[in-house]
């Protein structure tokens, strides 16, 4: 049985993650992993933000108009993302979370403050027939790790340049793929519970809550203002994961 505290904490924690999910297009599965792996686990916290993951990233995915340009222009990452996820889970049943946890924060920072500081990625967009399934490799990597896409997935998506409404429904494709695909890895070892499905699928209510919340308010933001809640947002990610590796 799960406590009531529990109960509202996790509640409370796909909130907060909906909202600012809603606002920049990403950070739901790290905003609940952070708050969630501090009380409850790594792998408990993972199984949770599946259901609202994929619920949330679904409706981010189809609700643009660029559907079938993203599906031909990432579908590399896409496939690369599903082979890099087995491949993560796998080695990371043996690596202390904590340490992937506070690695990933520093790369996050570190990005966050370049894109601040308004270092250019131009050799991105050239190299895109390359980087992309490379990226999609090692991002699907870190997705089994430490149950997050977003290094370097998210930072390569950004370095592109893509308009905010393209940049934000191409996060909600490839965040589909990468939640099914880990649940599938989840359920592959044995990870996934009753208890934690039904948990899980209830945290779609909240999580749709601070979703619907935080589209309100992106819809208010100019573009380079967005770019700059992205590295703000990006930077408190990181900082998160390294509070939670040492706390």
Request: net charge positive; with cysteine; charged share 10%.
């Amino acid at each position: 049985m799960w406590a009531a505290e529990t109960l509202i904490l996790i509640a409370a924690t796909f909130g907060l993650a909906g909202l600012i999910k809603g606002v920049v297009g990403l950070g739901l599965p790290t905003i609940s992993l952070a708050i969630l792996t501090a009380t409850l686990g790594l792998r408990d916290a993972m199984a949770l933000m599946l259901v609202p993951s994929l619920a949330t990233n679904v409706w981010q995915a189809v609700a643009g108009p660029a559907f079938g340009e993203i599906l031909r222009r990432f579908w590399p990452m896409a496939v690369a993302a599903i082979a890099g996820t087995f491949v993560g889970l796998r080695i990371g049943i043996g690596i202390s979370p904590d340490l992937l946890a506070a690695v990933l924060g520093i790369v996050l920072c570190i990005y966050a403050a370049s894109g601040i500081q308004g270092v250019a990625y131009a050799r991105a967009q050239s190299l895109e027939h390359l980087l992309t399934p490379l990226t999609g490799l090692i991002s699907g990597v870190m997705t089994g790790l430490v149950g997050v896409f977003m290094v370097p997935g998210v930072l390569y998506l950004q370095a592109l340049r893509l308009p905010k409404e393209l940049f934000v429904q191409t996060l909600g494709v490839v965040f589909v793929v990468a939640t099914v695909t880990l649940g599938i890895a989840l359920s592959r070892y044995s990870l996934l519970s009753g208890d934690h499905a039904i948990i899980s699928a209830a945290s779609v209510i909240p999580a749709f809550a601070g979703l619907y919340l935080g589209q309100k308010i992106r819809a208010r933001l100019s573009e380079d203002r967005f770019r700059m809640v992205i590295y703000c947002a990006l930077a408190a990610f990181g900082i998160f994961l390294i509070a939670r590796a040492f706390l």
